[in-house]
T-cell receptor, first 115, second 114 residues
Framework: GESVGLHLPTLSVQEGDNSIINCAYSNSASDYFIWYKQESGKGPQFIIDIRSNMDKRQGQRVTVLLNKTVKHLSLQIAATQPGDSAVYFCAENEVSGGGADGLTFGKGTHLIIQP | NAGVMQNPRHLVRRRGQEARLRCSPMKGHSHVYWYRQLPEEGLKFMVYLQKENIIDESGMPKERFSAEFPKEGPSILRIQQVVRGDSAAYFC????????????FGQGTRLTVV
């Protein structure tokens, strides 16, 4: 079935470096994408979203890039900090199709910040 | 403005008992979603509800699981005759409405079946 997946289960970066977390999706009808951050023992926290009519969206220290041609999504975190350590999930949905499904999540990438 | 509130945070049930998980959406949100998360995995969609209506339950197991979102009060996810495989974290999310899809999650209920 359709699914969203991540390339790497664990990503380790030095504090202060930039991080890039990747996500591949398979549902070509998906038109809404979200990145969530989940810290241990907590619920997913919304980071940033992007709709399919955009290629790039920037937030505070985060940028999401969407490549619809290859169905690829990435999250860039600038100047990573210890507090960025968490599991990051991408999620997608098909909003314009009128479907009422919830979000489809990938398995997650565990981001580890090295001091 | 309180976020999505779930209770209890932790729930322990013996096999065969019933588990009732509650979710109060954010103020002004009328759409509720339930997800299940197994250890080291992503969240799996279970059910989507609006007030007094089940919109999509395609992710709900066919037996023992039910959900409701009454006109008054929280949304309830009910698991009857729990089994060990039901042990997981159950998250609730809410949004303002369909089309405004920024969903906010609660802290989850961690169900342990012993």
């Amino acid at each position: 079935g359709e699914s969203v997946g991540l390339h790497l289960p664990t990503l380790s970066v030095q504090e202060g470096d930039n991080s890039i977390i990747n996500c591949a999706y398979s549902n070509s009808a998906s038109d809404y994408f979200i990145w969530y951050k989940q810290e241990s023992g907590k619920g997913p926290q919304f980071i940033i979203d992007i709709r399919s009519n955009m290629d790039k969206r920037q937030g505070q220290r985060v940028t999401v890039l969407l490549n619809k041609t290859v169905k690829h999504l990435s999250l860039q975190i600038a100047a990573t900090q210890p507090g960025d350590s968490a599991v990051y999930f991408c999620a997608e949905n098909e909003v314009s199709g009128g479907g009422a499904d919830g979000l489809t999540f990938g398995k997650g990438t565990h981001l580890i910040i090295q001091p | 403005n309180a976020g999505v509130m779930q209770n209890p945070r932790h729930l322990v049930r013996r096999r065969g008992q019933e588990a009732r998980l509650r979710c109060s959406p954010m103020k002004g949100h009328s759409h509720v979603y339930w997800y299940r998360q197994l250890p080291e995995e992503g969240l799996k969609f279970m059910v989507y509800l609006q007030k007094e209506n089940i919109i999509d339950e395609s992710g709900m197991p066919k037996e023992r699981f039910s959900a409701e979102f009454p006109k008054e009060g929280p949304s309830i996810l009910r698991i009857q005759q729990v089994v060990r495989g039901d042990s997981a974290a159950y998250f609730c999310a809410s949004s303002q409405g369909f089309g405004n899809t920024e969903a906010f999650f609660g802290q989850g209920t961690r169900l342990t079946v012993v």
